[in-house]
């Protein structure tokens, strides 16, 4: 087996509290939404079709579109009553189940954030801030439920001018991500030769068993889903490392890539024929 390690220069990670400034405003300027073309459903489906029948290959849930959506050429501002900013960009892509994206340029000054939500508010992912910031200025997202999404940046008032997005891809998710709604490719569907984490192997290995099991990455890579682990090195001084299957690496950029850990499965399935248990999805 091919494996490599992605080495992350900061341990960023969606801080999921607050909500957007404008759902505590009452007037804002309408925003005209991105409205995608519509994709090739039929092509897309005889594509899986051979794919998912392969082993070696990472699960496809979304198309990638590209785009070139920026604060300045898209979206709307406002200004706010004590002088910050908030830019909001709305995108829909009739059909999606879920929607991510990708930027090639994301830069938050201090203070600034980032959210996205569903039309409906019903999924909020966010604050992204000044902690995702990188070298390279890129940054992938997690994903969105359904096909009206909002992408909303906040600008403080001492930061005016200062902060980058740049939009270069959105992904139209046109199946789940959900292991337990997944048509293929799903739970239980790995190969032979993997072991579930929470199987026992020996004694020696019981005793951390349940702190590794939290070190398991479920990836969202544009519009491809893996797994991976985060792995310790002989000067144990904690940098973060990941190891994953070298087939998991399906655009080479791990700089877009997304994380959720503590995805473990209920009831595992140990020496038995019988399938594990879903865990939660979030």
């Known amino acids: 087996l091919l494996l490599f390690g992605v080495f992350a220069t900061a341990l960023a990670q969606v801080t999921n509290q607050g909500e957007p400034m404008s759902w505590a405003q009452e007037q804002l300027n309408i925003v005209d939404p991105v409205i995608l073309e519509s994709i090739d ?5 005889q594509e899986d079709a051979i794919n998912d029948s392969k082993t070696g290959v990472p699960y496809r849930f979304g198309i990638e579109i590209e785009v070139d959506l920026t604060l300045n050429n898209s979206g709307t501002w406002d200004e706010l009553p004590n002088g910050d900013k908030v830019w909001r960009l709305n995108v829909i892509s009739e059909g999606a189940k879920t929607m991510n994206f990708i930027f090639d340029d994301y830069y938050m000054p201090p203070g600034a954030t ?3 939500y569903s039309n409906d508010k019903m999924d909020l992912v966010g604050a992204y801030d000044a ?7 890129m940054m992938g997202t997690w994903t969105v439920d359904g096909d009206n999404v909002w992408i909303e940046y906040h600008e403080p008032k001492n930061q005016i001018g200062n902060g980058a997005l740049s939009l270069s891809t959105i992904v139209h998710g046109y199946r789940s991500l959900r292991k337990d709604e997944a048509e293929n490719r799903g739970l239980n569907d790995s190969g032979p030769c993997h072991l ?3 199987c026992t192997v020996g ?11 939290h070190s398991v990455a479920f990836m969202v890579m544009g519009g491809f889903l893996c797994t991976g682990a985060m792995i ?7 940098t973060p490392y990941l190891l994953t299957a070298k087939h998991c690496d399906p655009n080479n950029n791990p700089a877009t890539w997304a994380f959720r850990f503590n995805w473990i499965s209920l009831n595992p399935s140990c020496a038995t024929n019988n399938n594990s248990g879903a865990g939660t999805f979030n």
Do not use: A, C, G, P
Request: hydrophobic letters at 25%; proline letters at 0%.
């Open 114 to 116: 980032m959210y996205l």
């Open 232 to 238: 310790n090195n002989v000067n144990n001084d904690q």
């Open 41 to 45: 459903l039929e092509t897309v489906r």
């Open 203 to 213: 004694e020696d290995y019981d005793e951390i068993k349940e702190q590794i099991q």
């Open 131 to 137: 902690s995702f910031n990188r070298e390279d200025r």
């Open 196 to 198: 579930d984490v929470s």
